[in-house]
């Protein structure tokens, strides 16, 4: 059984930062790629950033050189700085984790969390 729990988010005023983080327990071999998505209201969740086991980062376009991800393969979690938000990045962001526990990798995700950034 593997679990993720995130912690951080809440309410932040725009230009404001926040930082954001997911912690995986549980039976862990292995944890490849970790990552972070968001879905607003009525809209599909998409990607925010994503982080290989080796260290190489991706970002959707609309947070680049905003938002940083990071991850601490000691204590087997990822976190996202966000920083300078913008009212469009009001969301529940959701944790991501390919983790090997068995045989093959599978994707776990968290309960997500909730950002709000007033305008």
């Known amino acids: 059984q593997v679990h993720l729990v995130e912690s951080g988010g809440g309410l932040v005023q725009a230009g404001g930062s926040l930082r954001i983080s997911c912690t995986v327990s549980?039976?862990?071999?292995?944890?490849?790629?970790m990552g972070w998505y968001r879905q607003a209201p009525g809209k599909q969740r998409e990607l925010v950033a994503g982080?290989?086991?080796?260290?190489?980062?991706n970002y959707a376009d609309s947070v680049k050189g905003r938002f940083t991800i990071s991850r601490d393969h000691a204590k087997n979690t990822v976190s996202l700085q966000m920083n300078n938000l913008k009212p469009e990045d009001t969301a529940v962001y959701y944790c991501?984790?390919?983790?090997?526990?068995?045989?093959?990798?599978?994707?776990?995700w968290g309960q997500g969390t909730q950002v709000t950034v007033s305008s």
């Open positions: 549980g039976s862990i071999f292995s944890i490849n790629t």
């Open positions: 991501n984790a390919e983790v090997l526990s068995g045989w093959d990798p599978y994707d776990y």
């Open positions: 982080i290989t086991s080796g260290g190489s980062t």
